[in-house]
């Protein structure tokens, strides 16, 4: 039989996820998470031989997590036995977090489409397999009390593909495109998730093939980018306008103080503080709130007069970005 589906998969090209089908590796499968031998399992399938992934999720939810713990160190000790659940067990992991099992890194090619696919059998359940993309995002870190630059990935891009579940192996199939949004996601993982009920799930054969261009992505990208960029004006134009109502009601909390007092205030705090001087008849402002960038306003006696203003969004003095 000659199925869509085979037509399909001789059209595709190279399968990027690596040890699709569990078959490498020694103690855990090769290029995926290691399983916690809880909640996950690489074991033999009983219906077509071969080997698969098993995810349980009928396990105390708080024992899952411990073992996530447990799991982070190199040797992690075995897993101790999980407790029975009765019920329909609402407090397992399958009935709160779900359990998640990662693959390896796999890079992506701007402005391509691409095929997910997966066999997938359950007792019943429909679990999904995501697959998130990555940006790399600078951030700063401190480091024993100094800033540092860093870049970190952060998931920019994420789909999910509902696998119904039954007895038998069933191949879902779904067709996605990691830079739709933005050029920038760089690489990506697959993750494998079962959740309720809280049961077996079996996986095999997880599968990503390129399957053409994305011609539209860069006009998609640029009109994203104008919005952003129209959105981040039209934020900053608010601001501005914000600042300078500021600036008008402290100017005039600070005239009606030398009106009191008969000298400018030294600085602005002497609008919101008495200092038991009878002619003080504040405060002049209800409260003092630094710039819309959560800077101080800048306060200044000078020559005969007083300057105030905001230094704007770069915090500094001067530029063009200086509030008056
Ligand atoms: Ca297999």
Redesign the pocket.
Known sequence: MKTALAILLALQGKNLVRN????EGDLHPAHWSRCDGLTQFWEK?DK?G???IRIFTRVCNEEYHARLEEMKLENPPPPKPPRPIKGMGYDTVGGNDGVAFWSDWIEVSPARRYRLMA?VRSEGGVPKIFVKGYTDMPVEIDEGGKPKKVSIPRVTYKIYLDCPGGPEWRTSSLEFYPTYERDDVRRMRVMIFAYWPPQNYWF??IRIFEVGDDPEAPKRWAALKEKARKEKDDERAAQVKEARYALGYIRQGIERYRGDMGAWPPDLAALVKDPGDPRWRGPYVMELEGDPWGNPYKYRLSGAGFTLKSHGPDAADGGDDDVE
């Open positions: 699709p089908g569990f078959e399938d077509r071969g080997k698969c066999d095999d054969n």
